[in-house]
């Protein structure tokens, strides 16, 4: 199972961007698909969570500018962020809660990440 992620860069200050994070392997079924992110000097913190029915939760630092969404179909979430901050600066990450297909009739649970995007944004 790999997960993808893309879609960082260097931003101004209230600029846009979209991440996205699509999941292949053998896949059975994902739960929780989740972006956190890491500054320098700083632990990984939370960004945002959404589960397979589309309940979503965020970090009260990016409530009303970032919205997480998915595609079940797709294996794929992602995380539109506007009025970006210069504190949004960091690494990016993806996070599945998943069930990998191992043989027929049985799967096995893990927690898997994306390799990290980095997200700069300019004061």
């Known amino acids: 199972v790999q997960l993808q992620a893309s879609g960082g860069g260097l931003v101004q200050g209230g600029g846009s961007l979209r991440l996205s994070c699509a999941a292949s392997?053998?896949?059975?079924?994902?739960?929780?698909m989740g972006w956190y992110r890491q500054a320098p000097g700083k632990l990984r913190e939370l960004v945002a969570t959404?589960?397979?029915?589309?309940?979503?939760n965020y970090a009260d630092s990016v409530k009303g500018r970032f919205t997480i969404s998915r595609d079940n179909a797709e294996n794929t979430v992602y995380l539109q962020m506007n009025n970006l901050k210069a504190e949004d600066t960091a690494v990016y990450y993806c996070?599945?809660?998943?069930?990998?297909?191992?043989?027929?009739?049985?799967?096995?649970?893990?927690?898997?990440w994306g390799q990290g995007t980095q997200v700069t944004v300019s004061s």
């Open positions: 392997g053998s896949i059975f079924s994902i739960n929780l």
């Open positions: 996070n599945a809660d998943l069930r990998v297909r191992r043989w027929p009739g049985l799967s096995t649970r893990g927690h898997y």
């Open positions: 959404i589960t397979g029915g589309g309940d979503t």
